[in-house]
T-cell receptor, first 112, second 116 residues
Framework: DAGVTQSPTHLIKTRGQQVTLRCSPKSGHDTVSWYQQALGQGPQFIFQYYEEEERQRGNFPDRFSGHQFPNYSSELNVNALLLGDSALYLC???????????FGEGSWLTVV | AQTVTQSQPEMSVQEAETVTLSCTYD???????LFWYKQPPSRQMILVIR??????QNATENRFSVNFQKAAKSFSLKISDSQLGDAAMYFCAYRTYTSGTYKYIFGTGTRLKVLA
């Protein structure tokens, strides 16, 4: 039973570029949430996807956008990258928006 | 707005001993869930234990247990018989319901060191 899988594991981008991170939820899960974890901090909620719609959004600018596909997988896109976007991006899935979330191993983004 | 506070940036415990990690939160909601997650150096967040606010009985999972004090808005994690593999960052989290869906609010974490 595969858990939450994320790709890529690590990547380096230049300021101003765009990045796409991918997430496949745990088998049987239909809801995906994205979190940003800066170094030394706890995860911060970015947004949640359920039924291919963004259900709620945290305090992140419109440069952060996402998508959920019919197979429940999800993408996180960040445009016009800033140095401050350097962080671990965690994907979490659950069986519905109201249930316990389970995390993937994250994608570590470095912006230079 | 809900907040989660972990006032211990770092804790140490001898192997086989017991340690308690503290967490306080602020909310006006009456029904909610609280969680402890463990994040080892591999960076994957692993669910340790969860507590439903309407249940007065403290949750227990093997060597891990919580002391949930709803009136005091306190949610501490006790690790008994500490093992080297328990060394990690521990995050306390509060699940809130807003605008038709749920999100988790995390504290800043406590780094636990286990001494052999």
């Amino acid at each position: 039973d595969a858990g939450v899988t994320q790709s890529p594991t690590h990547l380096i981008k230049t300021r101003g570029q765009q990045v796409t991170l991918r997430c496949s939820p745990k088998s049987g899960h239909d809801t995906v949430s994205w979190y940003q974890q800066a170094l030394g901090q706890g995860p911060q909620f970015i947004f949640q996807y359920y039924e291919e719609e963004e259900r709620q959004r945290g305090n992140f600018p419109d440069r952060f956008s996402g998508h959920q596909f019919p197979n429940y997988s999800s993408e996180l896109n960040v445009n016009a990258l800033l140095l401050g976007d350097s962080a671990l991006y965690l994907c979490a899935s659950s069986t519905g928006p109201g249930n316990t979330i389970y995390f993937g191993e994250g994608s570590w983004l470095t912006v230079v | 707005a809900q907040t989660v506070t972990q006032s211990q940036p770092e804790m140490s415990v001898q192997e086989a001993e017991t340690v308690t990690l503290s967490c306080t939160y602020d909310t006006s909601e009456s029904d909610y869930y609280l969680f402890w997650y463990k994040q080892p150096p591999s960076r994957q967040m692993i669910l340790v234990i969860r507590q439903e606010a309407y249940k007065q009985q403290n949750a227990t999972e093997n060597r891990f247990s919580v002391n949930f004090q709803k009136a005091a808005k306190s949610f501490s994690l006790k690790i008994s018989d500490s093992q080297l593999g328990d060394a990690a960052m521990y995050f306390c989290a509060y699940r809130t319901y807003t605008s038709g869906t749920y999100k988790y609010i995390f504290g800043t974490g406590t780094r636990l060191k286990v001494l052999a």
